[in-house]
């Protein structure tokens, strides 16, 4: 199975502040990576799809790039409700896999 | 809207065996498979596998091979996983979640706990 290493596993940040997680697969996986957040106590919610692509109703201070095996997720400007834990996940193969996981907590 | 339902929370004692419901409504059942995700206390999204509503055919993780059945209704648009042979470890919330592109909608979560 493709494996997906997130780094870093924990995230200490303030309001306004600019936040990049990444992503890497161990092999190419072209630009079928999405990103969820998770909230405790609830499902994850879809951000991110193909890379790059931003959901819908999703705000615009998300969002995703990268291709082949390194990806990446930035919040351009933290909000009090971005603190969460968010996950990558591969789509390129039928047995999807996620990402340990990136807790971004308030410094 | 798309909408998955799930049965309630399940308390098993270790080598017994949990079946959770998945129910479908929303949009043509058969028209998007159907991955089963688990997530342990404190711990991250692990998957279990995916079955396809419309003939019934199932991938499962290599980790759960052997221990892991999913099935379908299709005359009530239900998907359903069992889990056999159960042990502290498979204590978790377990997700139904149909994934495909920028469709991403997760069931509730049922809360199995193993204990004995």
């Known amino acids: 199975d493709i494996q997906m290493t997130q780094s870093p596993s924990s995230l200490s940040a303030s309001v306004g502040d600019r936040v990049t997680i990444t992503c890497r697969a161990s092999q190419s996986i072209s630009s079928y990576l999405n990103w969820y957040q998770q909230k405790p106590g609830k499902a994850p919610k879809l951000l991110i799809y193909?890379?790059?692509s931003l959901q819908s109703g999703v705000p615009s201070r998300f969002s995703g790039s990268g291709s082949g095996t390194d990806f990446t997720l930035t919040i351009s400007s933290l909000q009090p409700e971005d603190f969460a834990t968010y996950y990558c996940?591969?789509?390129?193969?039928?047995?999807?896999?996620f990402g340990q996981g990136t807790r971004l907590e308030i410094k | 809207q798309v909408q998955l339902v799930q049965s309630g929370a399940e308390v098993k004692k270790p080598g017994a065996s949990v079946k959770v419901s998945c129910k479908a409504s929303?949009?043509?059942?058969?028209?998007?498979?159907m991955h089963w995700v688990r997530q342990a206390p404190g711990q991250g999204l692990e998957w279990m596998g995916i079955i396809n509503p419309s003939g019934g055919s199932t991938s499962y993780a290599q980790k759960f091979q052997g221990r892991v059945t999913m099935t379908r209704d299709t005359s009530t648009s239900t998907v359903y996983m069992e889990l056999s042979s159960l042990r502290s470890e498979d204590t978790a919330v377990y997700y139904c979640a149909a994934l495909y592109g920028s469709l991403a909608d997760w069931g509730q979560g049922t809360l199995v706990t193993v204990s004995s």
């Open positions: 996940q591969q789509s390129y193969s039928t047995h999807i896999t």
């Open positions: 929303g949009y043509t059942f058969t028209s998007y498979y």
């Open positions: 193909a890379a790059s």
